[in-house]
């Protein structure tokens, strides 16, 4: 095992090495680039060859719903690569993912996930764990897959500071796994990543507006590392797959308790108290638009790595407020913290908020919407949590407002009823 993980840790650091020549000579060969405003949006974006964003879109009001409809009847079958393989059904992006692109593309979407996972059955669910290079071959042997949303990946941040031998094998060798399948296919590949990539240390200087994409990845977590690793892997043996790093996906999970909402909910359902963080931030986004833009960069010819979070800035603290006032759970079963008290297993990461705008720029609209979507639900001061403005909160209104995105009705409901 010991001998497997330095030889993975000296392909990463080949990688790196790559990455870094690719996005040099990449950034030499790019254009100014304007990019058209849509009806509904307002404000502007050019996209400069070192990667800089000028400029902001504004958030889209009334009219997104006309921009998302008409998303979707641009995005058709000819243009997203079928069938399509979302691996990681059984985390939150995938669980949610899996619904919405069956729905989409009936009879034409196959999920995976782990054989340890044996609670998670259904049609269109195959058995297949991240490194079974066999097993992953026959699927792609029997479904000619065309397109990959890669999901996978193991996000426990204790488990994998106790066990990097296992977080490497499943988020780094799970990679590689894919990639040595579809390396003589035609397959269009996109990656789910994840903001943990970047410490958030107060000494690390950034944007105003979070996180870019040529910022270099800085984690401080095992997890962080692997999934950086991951990306290094992605860029050097597949460059024209494009990988996304996102925050926290806000939609049901498969057991209940996984994910932001559910891990927090399950604590306040049970009368426990939850101890969330006052400086940790991160830019969380509704699975309704995060599906979206999975499907719009699968049917599209982006490369390289992209930012797809959300436009809202939350504290880990923040976020367990709303939950805790709309869910109408004990306001005083919320206990927060600075990082520093938190103690050292595992290691937490900063302000770690992403800037979109490159997304945004290469899709020509903005699209993804804030979380929560209402300004309503938004905390003001750490005791905001406590006044309830005569309004009780429910699982009902959870399920409404904080897993569905009202703009965009998509998988998230068909997820929370327990359809995958």
Same mark, same amino acid.
């Given at each position: 095992?010991?001998?497997?993980?330095?030889?993975?840790?000296?392909?990463?650091?080949?990688?790196?090495?790559?990455?870094?020549?690719?996005?040099?000579?990449?950034?030499?060969?790019?254009?100014?680039?304007?990019?058209?405003?849509?009806?509904?949006?307002?404000?502007?974006?050019?996209?400069?060859?070192?990667?800089?964003?000028?400029?902001?879109?504004?958030?889209?009001?009334?009219?997104?719903?006309?921009?998302?409809?008409?998303? &979707?009847?641009?995005?058709?079958?000819?243009?997203?690569?079928?069938?399509?393989?979302?691996? #990681?059904? +059984? #985390?939150?992006?995938?669980?949610?993912?899996?619904?919405?692109? &069956?729905?989409?593309?009936?009879?034409?979407?196959?999920?995976?996930?782990?054989?340890?996972?044996?609670?998670?059955?259904?049609?269109?669910?195959?058995?297949?764990?991240?490194?079974?290079?066999?097993?992953?071959?026959?699927?792609?042997?029997?479904?000619?897959?065309?397109?990959?949303?890669?999901?996978?990946?193991?996000?426990?941040?204790? +488990?994998?500071?106790?066990?990097?031998?296992?977080?490497?094998?499943?988020?780094?060798?799970?990679? &590689?796994?894919?990639?040595?399948?579809?390396?003589?296919?035609?397959?269009?590949?996109?990656?789910?990543?994840?903001?943990?990539?970047?410490? #958030?240390?107060?000494?690390?200087?950034?944007?105003?507006?979070?996180?870019?994409?040529?910022?270099?990845?800085?984690?401080?977590?095992?997890?962080?590392?692997?999934?950086?690793?991951?990306?290094?892997?992605?860029?050097?043996?597949?460059?024209?797959?494009?990988?996304?790093?996102?925050?926290?996906?806000?939609?049901?999970?498969?057991?209940?308790?996984?994910?932001?909402?559910?891990?927090?909910?399950?604590?306040?359902?049970?009368?426990?108290?939850?101890?969330?963080?006052?400086?940790?931030?991160?830019?969380?986004?509704?699975?309704?638009?995060?599906?979206?833009?999975?499907?719009?960069?699968?049917?599209?010819?982006?490369?390289?790595?992209?930012?797809?979070?959300?436009?809202? &800035?939350?504290?880990?603290?923040?976020?367990?407020?709303?939950?805790?006032?709309?869910?109408?759970?004990?306001?005083?079963?919320?206990?927060?913290?600075?990082?520093?008290?938190?103690?050292?297993?595992?290691?937490?990461?900063?302000?770690?908020?992403?800037?979109?705008?490159?997304?945004?720029?290469?899709? #020509?609209?903005?699209?993804?919407?804030?979380?929560?979507?209402?300004?309503?639900?938004?905390?003001?001061?750490?005791?905001?949590?406590?006044?309830?403005?005569?309004?009780?909160?429910?699982?009902?209104?959870?399920?409404?407002?904080?897993?569905?995105?009202?703009?965009?009705?998509?998988?998230?409901?068909?997820?929370?009823?327990?359809?995958?």
């Amino acid at each position: 095992m010991l001998a497997a993980t330095r030889s993975g840790a000296r392909d990463a650091e080949k990688a790196q090495q790559l990455h870094q020549v690719t996005v040099t000579r990449r950034a030499s060969q790019e254009n100014y680039q304007t990019v058209p405003r849509l009806a509904g949006a307002s404000g502007f974006i050019r996209l400069v060859p070192n990667g800089t964003v000028y400029g902001k879109i504004n958030a889209f009001h009334k009219t997104q719903p006309a921009v998302t409809s008409a998303v &979707r009847s641009i995005v058709s079958p000819a243009d997203l690569p079928l069938p399509l393989l979302i691996t #990681g059904v +059984s #985390g939150v992006a995938g669980y949610n993912a899996l619904p919405y692109f &069956r729905a989409r593309y009936p009879g034409q979407v196959i999920g995976i996930r782990q054989a340890d996972n044996w609670r998670l059955i259904g049609p269109d669910i195959e058995i297949c764990d991240a490194e079974d290079h066999a097993r992953l071959s026959e699927l792609f042997d029997k479904y000619q897959f065309r397109s990959v949303l890669d999901c996978a990946g193991n996000c426990a941040l204790k +488990s994998c500071e106790l066990d990097p031998a296992m977080a490497w094998r499943i988020n780094v060798e799970g990679v &590689r796994n894919l990639l040595e399948v579809i390396a003589d296919r035609d397959v269009r590949l996109v990656h789910l990543s994840i903001d943990l990539v970047f410490s #958030g240390d107060e000494s690390v200087q950034r944007s105003s507006d979070g996180h870019c994409e040529r910022y270099p990845p800085d984690p401080v977590t095992v997890y962080g590392q692997t999934m950086a690793a991951a990306e290094r892997l992605i860029v050097a043996a597949e460059p024209t797959a494009a990988t996304l790093r996102i925050s926290l996906p806000m939609g049901p999970s498969f057991n209940g308790h996984a994910g932001a909402i559910d891990w927090i909910q399950s604590r306040f359902k049970k009368d426990r108290p939850a101890t969330l963080y006052y400086d940790e931030i991160r830019t969380p986004t509704y699975t309704d638009c995060l599906n979206e833009v999975c499907e719009a960069v699968l049917a599209s010819e982006l490369r390289g790595i992209y930012h797809a979070g959300g436009p809202r &800035r939350l504290s880990l603290f923040q976020i367990a407020q709303i939950v805790n006032r709309v869910g109408g759970y004990d306001p005083g079963l919320l206990k927060g913290c600075p990082r520093v008290d938190a103690g050292p297993m595992p290691p937490r990461a900063g302000d770690v908020s992403m800037n979109s705008g490159k997304l945004a720029a290469a899709l #020509g609209y903005d699209p993804i919407d804030p979380w929560p979507l209402e300004e309503c639900w938004v905390p003001t001061d750490r005791e905001w949590h406590f006044c309830r403005d005569g309004q009780s909160g429910s699982a009902e209104l959870l399920h409404e407002v904080l897993y569905c995105n009202r703009r965009r009705p998509g998988a998230s409901r068909a997820a929370s009823q327990g359809v995958a």
